[in-house]
């Protein structure tokens, strides 16, 4: 996951001090990072009504915006911050596509009742068995990109967040812990392990090694 820290430290420093090229720059390493977290949060039938492209240019502007306020710990609390800015952004989106449905919805009812008034009007590896691979670490290629994502939204919703969280925004066993809930950090790595199992499972049956 590293884009050399150092650096980024000396970006996120040049950019809270004002400078856009740096804001930029920065943003630039992290983009496909959190690209990929979108995508994997946005689900089949948002990704069809709404472009992740579009996501994420609310997703920076809004960063950049906020960005005198963000706390560098460590580059995951940056990704981590970025995909929280993201998620308010996909949560809007459904939220007005699924009011869009609504109102066709109430649209097609008043069509078919007759009626005397006008309708109105109306979004890092972990330490796995020896027999386990994670298929994140052999990913190449976007063809394959896109089949290990979609064996991710395949798998239970648990299993999505745990990799999610560790494997895309690189967060701490603590933290991935408290935000799925699990009693320890150890739980969470034992059922992240069970995680990618199923993954690894399910990129071999789509022709995955």
């Known amino acids: 996951m590293s884009e050399d820290p150092c650096r980024s430290v000396e970006l996120v420093q040049l950019a809270q ?3 856009q090229n ?3 720059e ?12 979108v995508r994997l ?4 039938k948002l990704r069809m009504a709404t472009e992740s492209g579009d996501i994420l240019q609310e997703t920076f502007a809004v960063a950049s915006v906020k960005f005198e306020n963000f706390e560098w710990r460590d580059e995951a609390s940056l990704i981590q911050w970025l995909s929280k800015l993201a998620e308010h ?17 109430r649209e097609v009812r008043l069509e078919r009742r007759p ?3 006008p309708a109105p009007d109306s979004v890092v590896s972990i330490g796995l068995p020896a027999d386990v691979t994670a298929p994140l670490d052999h990913v190449d290629g976007k063809e394959q990109i896109e089949i290990v994502e979609t064996c991710i939204h395949e798998l239970p919703e648990l299993y999505r967040e745990l990799i999610i ?3 895309y925004t690189g967060a701490s066993w603590e933290s991935v812990a ?3 809930r699990r009693p320890s950090a150890a739980a969470a790595r034992m059922m992240h392990a069970r995680a990618l199992m199923e993954l690894g499972k399910a990129v071999r049956n789509h022709g995955l090694q």
Do not use: C, M, P, W
Request: aromatic share 8%; net charge positive; no cysteine.
């Open 22 to 24: 740096a804001l930029n």
């Open 115 to 117: 009626t005397t008034h």
């Open 26 to 37: 920065l943003f630039d390493r992290y983009y496909e990072r959190v690209r990929s977290i």
């Open 178 to 180: 408290e935000q799925t």
């Open 41 to 44: 949060r946005l689900g089949k």
């Open 165 to 167: 969280l560790r494997d």
């Open 17 to 19: 001090s004002g400078d």
């Open 89 to 105: 952004q996909i949560i809007a989106a459904a939220d007005y596509h699924g009011a869009r449905k609504r109102d066709r919805g």
